[in-house]
């Protein structure tokens, strides 16, 4: 089953994620299906750049998100500060 998911990167206390596709049984720096965006929460406001295309797509193969890639799809699908589209 793939899910979508974060994968931490950055330093120590200033973490940056990439949004990815992957096996959900895969540990977190697993091997990546597909990459899909970034999620910068040191920012203010957080920066959330996901590509909504393959997002989509991916959901309708069946990826099923977490709650945090969820909540940022929906973030970024309304246009405002902060969510930039790619």
């Known amino acids: 089953m793939l899910s979508m998911r974060l994968m931490r990167f950055g330093a120590k206390k200033k973490p940056s ?9 895969s540990p977190r720096q697993g091997k990546v299906r597909e990459f899909l965006g970034t999620y910068n ?13 393959k997002a989509k797509a991916w959901l309708a193969k069946g990826a099923r ?5 969820r909540s940022l799809i929906d973030k970024a699908s309304k246009p405002g500060p902060g969510s930039a589209q790619s």
């Open 17 to 25: 994620y990439r949004i990815v596709v992957m096996e959900a049984k």
């Open 41 to 53: 929460p040191l920012h203010d406001p957080a920066l959330v750049e996901i590509d909504l295309e």
């Open 65 to 69: 998100p977490s709650q945090t890639v």
